[in-house]
């Protein structure tokens, strides 16, 4: 089965400092997505892009924040000013659709320290 | 307001036995998706069942049923002979028809006992 790939799986930084968390999605999906997870909490939506632009971001996603598709196969998250409180799982996901009934594949996750 | 709500912040089970793992959600949209994934230790995200608001059976994967009842508006997911292997974190989430995103609950952390 076709599957989303993220790298790096674990990334350590400074506070302060700039991250990119790289994704990518099946090939023939066309809707993106960013959701974040704290340890041992619930699984958080950031932000679902689609068509190049972003079309919902959740209040989590702040001008610190910013996604892209660079390329015809990656999507990209980057954080421009680590604060310790961004340390978290950030998983990628895609759809073929947006519609209920569509499933969203996520990538095993990048596991982020902020120290 | 979109909201799911999973009541059970942990479960045991023996192994073999059935486990119930509850799900609410709450949507003024009548057409949705609900949906179950695994998370183990390892931290991946894993896709176990999907049922839709307009289906009229109760959709079911190998040993993962999910008991749909809409007029409560539950979606609860039934394991049977549960497996050592089952032992991991349970998300019930929703994704409104046009919505785009997955709204998840907040988890409930199964543990099978030999």
């Known amino acids: 089965e076709p599957e989303v790939t993220q790298t790096p799986s674990h990334q350590v930084t400074q506070m302060g400092q700039e991250v990119i968390l790289r994704c990518v999605p099946i090939?023939?999906?066309?809707?993106f997505y960013w959701y974040r997870q704290i340890l041992g909490q619930k699984v958080e939506f950031l932000v679902s892009f689609y068509n190049n632009e972003i079309s919902e971001k959740s209040e989590i996603f702040d001008d610190q924040f910013s996604v892209e598709r660079p390329d015809g196969s990656n999507f990209t998250l980057k954080i421009r000013s680590t604060k310790l409180e961004d340390s978290a799982m950030y998983f990628c996901?895609?759809?073929?659709?947006?519609?209920?009934?569509?499933?969203?594949?996520f990538g095993s996750g990048t596991q982020l320290s902020v120290l | 307001a979109q909201k799911i709500t999973q009541t059970q912040p942990g479960m045991f089970v023996q192994e073999k036995e059935a486990v119930t793992l509850d799900c609410t959600y709450d949507t003024s949209d009548p057409s949705y998706g609900l949906f179950w994934y695994k998370q183990p230790s390892s931290g991946e995200m894993i896709f176990l069942i999907y049922q839709g608001s307009y289906d009229q059976q109760n959709a079911t994967e190998g040993r993962y049923s999910l008991n749909f009842q809409k007029a409560r508006k539950s979606a609860n997911l039934v394991i049977s002979a549960s497996q050592l292997g089952d032992s991991a974190m349970y998300f019930c989430?929703?994704?409104?028809?046009?919505?785009?995103?997955?709204?998840f609950g907040q988890g409930t952390e199964l543990s099978v006992k030999p």
């Open positions: 996901a895609s759809s073929e659709s947006r519609q209920g009934a569509e499933k969203l594949f």
């Open positions: 989430a929703m994704r409104e028809e046009q919505g785009g995103k997955l709204i």
């Open positions: 090939s023939n999906h066309l809707y």
